[in-house]
């Protein structure tokens, strides 16, 4: 079974940038679509960005467009980052790497969660003021 490891998150000021990775081990990811979700205390998981098996598409999130980036590389391990620039304290979460079962489908706010296959453990990225 595909596992996904995240990593680079911390603590940063306002405005500061940070990157996060996800590894992938055990299985296949270069024909799959991956995202990025995060989840705040007390608020439900909310999904941020998704790129498509070869990079080709991209899907954002209203509140991270112009700020976070998705990338990916599939000659590389890890291949898939988030570059996320001029953080605010509203971006403070455990973001989440996860795996989709197709190559691309049309993304909304509100993704099936069914539809991503596999799952990281989290990384926090904390945002003070």
């Known amino acids: 079974q595909v596992q996904l490891v995240e990593s680079g998150g911390g603590l940063v000021q306002a405005g500061d940038s940070l990157r996060l990775s996800c590894a992938v081990s055990g299985g296949t990811f270069s024909v799959n679509s991956m995202g990025w979700f995060r989840q705040a205390p007390g608020k439900e998981r909310e999904f941020v960005a998704a790129?498509?098996?070869?990079?080709?598409?991209?899907?954002y999130t209203e509140s991270v467009k112009g700020r976070f980036a998705i990338s990916r590389d599939n000659t590389k391990n890890p291949p898939v980052f988030l570059q996320m620039n001029s953080l605010k304290p509203e971006d403070t979460a455990v973001y989440y790497c996860?795996?989709?079962?197709?190559?691309?489908?049309?993304?909304?706010?509100?993704?099936?969660?069914?539809?991503?296959?596999?799952w990281g453990q989290g990384t926090q990225v904390t945002v003070s003021s």
């Open positions: 790129i498509s098996w070869n990079g080709g598409r991209t899907y």
């Open positions: 996860a795996l989709d079962g197709r190559a691309w489908r049309q993304y909304s706010e509100n993704p099936d969660v069914t539809d991503f296959a596999s």
